[in-house]
């Protein structure tokens, strides 16, 4: 098993990683890369320097500019000819000492090279005593004039480099004290992290280790920022869904053994009494163990069509049927409740509606909206069946007159086990499964279905299935 580290711990050691790698940078920049940067930025200066003095070399006001030039560039500049001896910058520069044999000699290394020589190598030792030496960049460039009568003009442009080693040194001393600092800042950004990101969630944490019982409180002291907020929201809002799957679970516990006691004490007891009492072996006392066998087979094959379904386990098996066929036959299961209790069933549909999907699921999911139906009907037993076409859809309606669903819990009455009224005036014999299984057979048909529904006046539960149109009348 991989071992793992504590967050404060990785936190501290990306920072420090993060020191160490800015840390070396800047010591690579200004240690090693100082020298080589700062004599290209001087060979540079001397040439942008020559470049600018080869612009206005026709210039009236060229002396002038030719010192603006030496000021700006930190360079010694000299331009020669026959007629011509002009220098700016300082006195004391290469240039200033150079003799006539010297001047000669990159006069004609410039020739020699296209015009325009630069030494890089020409060391200068102002102290004899000690060993400092200064580098001199030397740029020696002739400048052609367009009159053959004219004679080339000798442009020299000098900068020194001066030896960096006492700069060096104070960088090393700077990055010293740069490194003790960003320890420190280090250490105490370690602790403002750990204090405001680390303690949070290890506080969540501990909170969400009571998770599994369903309980867990939120301390506001972890809300400190928006991640936190939302893994606590989250966590919250587990901990009551748990709470309510156990409540679920108990109630499913709950129904089932009711449902199950009920069918399997009615069963037990015309057993018994037929055993006892030979005179009870009738046909309809029979009759009685067989519905209620079957009762039980139901309340099973619910079960497991639900548990079948979530798993994805269940085929649909589509194909094109009469879905008005389909509920005037499904009707025929329910004249018991029109002939007995009075129901009366209001069916509008066309002579003929063909649709494509699962014919005996949907005859399932038709079966539960009229049980339910039945079921919450309360005061006025009267369902209409409404069946039409919206679009390329068929859409079908059942609708009771009963009490209605409040509308918090509306959202709820197609979860597992939900019951939405255990207290409504007709006992339900299901285990509140039958819309939950509705509810996933629609999902795998991939069709709108839904329910409304509006206190003491009702619900209607509906749902749409595409049409065939090649056989459908109205296309």
Known sequence: MKKTTSLKWKLLRYLILFAVILLSLLSFFELVLLQPMYEANKIQSVKNAAEQIEEYI???NYSEMLFQTSLESDVCIRVLSDDLNLAAGNMGCALYRMDKNTID???????ENDDEFLDLDRVFRPNRKENNEIREVVLTKIIEKDDDDDEDIVLMVNTNITPIDATTNTLKTQIIYISIITAILILLLALFLNRNIVTPLIKINQAAKSLSGGEYSIDESTNRYKEAHELNSTLKQASIDIQAADQAKRDLIANVSHDLRTPLTMIGGYGEMMRDLP??????????IIDESYRLKNLVNDLLDLSKLQEKKIELHRSSFDLCSLIHRELKKYEVYRTNEGFIFNVDCPDKMIVNADEARIEQVFNNFMSNA????????????RLHQVDDFAYLEVQDYGEGIREDRLPYIWDRYYKIDKEHTRSSTGSGLGLAIVKQIFELHDVPFGVISKEKEGSTFWFKLPLVKEDNPKE
Do not use: F, M, P, W
């Open 105 to 111: 000699h990159y006069i004609r290394l410039a020739k």
């Open 279 to 288: 005179g009870e072996k009738t046909d309809e006392n029979i009759q009685v």
């Open 58 to 60: 026709d210039d009236d």
């Open 374 to 385: 039945i079921n919450y009907s309360t005061g006025k037993n009267q369902i209409d069946i």
